[in-house]
């Protein structure tokens, strides 16, 4: 972040030096901090900013200043933040009024009602900042003395995505062009055409984004691998190594993976780093996994992620629960900064299998698309089939779609013994051939009531 003086401006404020200040001591411990999770400097650097944004939303957050009082509940594990708790306070969960903020967004509101999400440029540059060092390693790697330029692919311009990326690139140095596909003003003959006129290296988007730029490419009748792309990095969902290997096959010049994984609360949580994996801004942010059913620590890898942002921006949240599944591997030396994760997808969008199994979105599009190529989408349905005696039994079925002709028998076997082991449910295979369908939902993951069916489109 750069504050600068202009002609005619004000003076700073104290709030600009105090985030000056904080701006200037997080790129200090960057330089100290060997990007070990466990280091004595981040530990540090962790506990000065826990406290200090802790005073810091009691003192100015109407809502925090009712909830934590004057103990440092935020500490001791008994409090949480909830996404109910952010749509019933409004605008009186900020530190601080919408006027502060360098920006205003709102979440999209497909897993709940929308609520306000306005950023102070303390808040940007920090988010940001962690994006901008995976992408510099990134690029240094998959483009050596090269100036790709970037397409941005975004839902909408309430959400951060393209702001966020727009800046990143800039501060990386990149030309880059902000594409809505879904815009009545641009449409995806459009996008298509820019992608190539532009020669675009670099597109950021949606997984499903990725096969819905494929479909149309080849409803067009022409072939992807003639479009000048050679890197997707995907973003804001389930991304497993089988729908990335999928999806290579239908971009054979391009590489894809991760490029970040937030939200529109938390802002960028993890940056997509040159070794393919997702890696925690470990210095922005305290982390706890608690079990989504209890709310207590777990005691391994794997559970719904907490979150204690420590900005003192607008609007810092103390132990969020994010709702969302994720696994930690563990940091060895030598390793890349911060700890590599694996977002496993909703705890609420796990899937209850008659046996008493539950299934996360992670392992469901695993099992589907593992082995595969040039599927364009999928979609899983749950049914549910009466029985003479006995509980209803659970039917899956699994529609995809390809370029090109279905896969043979051996495919199916496989991916219906994945799904079977998986679920202990009965799978049935279809494939489609319907190129011109799109998705008729807005978000980019859906789950439909329990007893009509279970769909995740990539798309379909």
């Not at 944004?53 to 109407?62: F, G, I, L, Q």
Request: with cysteine; hydrophobic share 40%; aromatic share 8%.
């Amino acid at each position: 972040m750069t504050l600068r003086m202009e002609v005619g401006a004000k003076a700073p404020s104290p709030d600009d030096e105090r985030h000056s200040s904080y701006y200037t001591s997080l790129l200090d411990t960057e330089e100290r901090w060997d990007g070990d999770p466990s280091s004595d400097v981040l530990r540090a650097w962790r506990a000065q900013r826990t406290a200090e944004v802790t005073d810091w939303v009691r003192a100015r957050s109407p809502f925090y200043s009712q909830r934590l009082g004057r103990e440092r509940e935020a500490a001791g594990g008994t409090f949480f933040t909830t996404k109910e708790d952010l749509v019933a306070a409004g605008l009186s969960v900020l530190s601080g009024p919408v006027g502060e903020a360098q920006v205003y967004y709102e979440t999209t509101g497909t897993t709940g009602p929308p609520t306000p999400c306005p950023r102070s440029p303390l808040e940007v540059a920090v988010s940001n900042r962690g994006i901008i060092r995976a992408w510099q390693e990134m690029l240094s790697r998959r483009f050596p003395g090269e100036r790709p330029f970037v397409a941005v692919m975004g839902p909408s311009e309430l959400y951060a995505f393209g702001d966020v990326f727009g800046d990143v690139a800039q501060s990386c140095g990149l030309g880059h062009v902000k594409l809505w596909p879904d815009s009545p003003r641009v449409g995806f003959g459009k996008a298509l055409r820019l992608l190539r006129e532009l020669a675009v290296s670099v597109v950021v988007c949606a997984p499903s984004m990725v096969l819905e730029l494929a479909r149309e490419v080849l409803r067009a009748g022409h072939d992807p691998a003639d479009l000048p792309v050679s890197q997707f990095l995907v973003l804001g969902e389930v991304c497993t190594p089988a729908f990335r290997r999928d999806a290579e096959t239908l971009w054979p010049q391009a590489r894809v993976g991760p490029g970040m994984y937030g939200s529109q609360e938390t802002m960028c949580l993890a940056g997509g780093w040159p070794d393919g994996r997702l890696r925690l801004s470990e210095l922005n942010y305290s982390v706890e996994l608690v079990d989504p059913g209890t709310g207590e620590p777990v005691t391994d890898d794997t559970g719904e992620r907490v979150v204690t942002m420590l900005t003192p921006g607008v609007k810092p949240l103390i132990r969020y629960r994010t709702g969302d599944l994720v696994r930690f591997d563990p940091w060895t030396p030598g390793d890349l900064p911060g700890r590599a994760l694996t977002v496993l997808g909703r705890a609420k969008d796990n899937v209850r299998f008659g046996g008493g199994r539950s299934v996360t979105a992670y392992d469901l599009e695993e099992a589907a698309l593992e082995g595969l190529e040039r599927c364009l989408g999928y979609q899983i349905v749950l049914d549910h089939r009466a029985t003479a005696a006995g509980p209803p039994e659970d039917l899956l079925t699994l529609r995809l779609r390809f370029a090109g002709p279905a896969p043979g028998r051996d495919h199916w076997a496989a991916a219906v013994d994945r799904m079977t082991a998986l679920t202990g449910a009965e799978v049935r295979p279809v494939a489609v051939d319907d190129h011109a369908a799109r998705p008729l939902t807005g978000a980019l993951i859906f789950w439909t009531p329990a007893g009509a069916a279970a769909g995740r489109p990539g798309p379909v």
